[in-house]
């Protein structure tokens, strides 16, 4: 294995850890299971950064409708957020399934 794949394995590996501890966390604080929330499935589901700022951008645009209000400051940085997050899941090696969120 070369020292590139051990690292970006470990990485990885440390990365999921702290996710699933941030799960179990927020889950254990706020009683939700943020996993088993629907949108979670189709944020899974999605393989590139449109995907995911198409199903971002509909929540956006349901919130905006059921409040009554148009919010430009969420879509604003909706884009350069999910980029980042999207090229840190691919850095690790994993695309956008960065996370396997079974236990």
């Not at 699933?20 to 999605?46: G, S, V």
């Not at 209000?69 to 957020?81: C, M």
């Amino acid at each position: 294995m070369s020292s590139h794949t051990h690292t970006t394995t470990a990485s990885s590996s440390n990365f999921q850890l702290i996710f699933n501890n941030a799960l179990k966390t927020y889950e254990k604080r706020t009683k939700k299971d943020l996993l088993a929330h629907p949108l979670a499935a189709r944020l899974q589901a999605c393989d590139s950064p449109s995907a995911i700022l198409s199903i971002l951008q509909q929540q956006v645009h349901e919130f905006d409708q059921s409040t009554g209000s148009s919010n430009d400051k969420w879509t604003k940085w909706l884009d350069p957020t999910v980029s980042v997050l999207y090229a840190f899941s691919a850095t690790l090696g994993e695309g956008v399934s960065l996370v396997h969120l079974g236990t």
